[in-house]
C-alpha cells in the first residue's frame, strides 16, 4: 500500500515503530475528516435564526426573571389593608422572599443552561437538544412546586394570587416539540437533525 510506503520511509528517517506511526496517522486523518465534516454541514437559515432567538431570548429572560419574580413580594392594595388592620405580616414575607428568590434562581440557572445547550446544537452537538429537553423538565418541575409554595404563602395570609402552574406543564414539551420540528427543516435534501452528532 501507499500509506504502508510512506510509513516505512518516515520511520526509516526518523527511528519510529511502525505502529506508533500508523496509529498517529490515522488519528490525524480522523480528526482531519471530522474538521472537513464541520466544515462541510449545512443548516436552513430559519433554524441558525430560531437558535439564535433562543439565546438572546435567554439572554434577556434572566434579569426579567429576576424583575416578574419580586414583583410576587408586592401585596398591592388588599396586603396594605391587611396592614392597617394591624395582621403581622412578617412571617409571610420572610416566607415569600424565600421562595421568590428560589424562583429567580431557577429561572437564571435554566437561562444560562439554555444559553449553552443552543450553543453546542449550533456546533452540531445533539446532546445540546437533550440537554435543552432536561433542563426544560426539571424548570417546570421546580417551578410548579415553587408556584404551590407561593400560592400557599398567600393563602395562609387570606389572600389569594392568580398563578397557574399549569401553563408551564402545556408550555414545556409543546416549545421541545417546537424545537425538535425545526431542527428537522431540510437544506439541500438534509435536516439540521440528521447531522447532529
Known sequence: MVIDNQIENYILKHGKTFEAVRAGYKYNKTMETNVLNEQTKQRHGFVTFWLW?????????IPSSIFSYNQLTNLGYAGMQLINA???????????Q????????IGAVSGILM?????????????????????????SI?????????QND?????????LNPITTVIATP???????????IKKNGISCWEQLD
Open 98 to 105: 424565600i421562595h421568590t428568590e428560589m424562583m429567580m434562581l
Open 115 to 139: 444559553i449553552v445547550f443552543s450553543l453546542k446544537i449550533l456546533h452540531w452537538k445533539k446532546n445540546g437538544f437533550w440537554g435543552m429537553v432536561i433542563t426544560a423538565g426539571f424548570t
Open 53 to 61: 432567538l433562543g439565546i438572546i431570548g435567554s439572554v434577556i429572560s
Open 174 to 184: 409543546l416549545c421541545i416539540f417546537i424545537l425538535w420540528a425545526i431542527l428537522q
Open 86 to 96: 394591624g395582621v403581622d405580616l412578617g412571617s409571610f414575607q420572610f416566607a415569600i
Open 142 to 150: 421546580l417551578n410548579m412546586i415553587v408556584l404551590y409554595m407561593i
Open 154 to 162: 398567600y393563602l395562609q395570609i387570606g389572600l389569594t394570587i392568580n
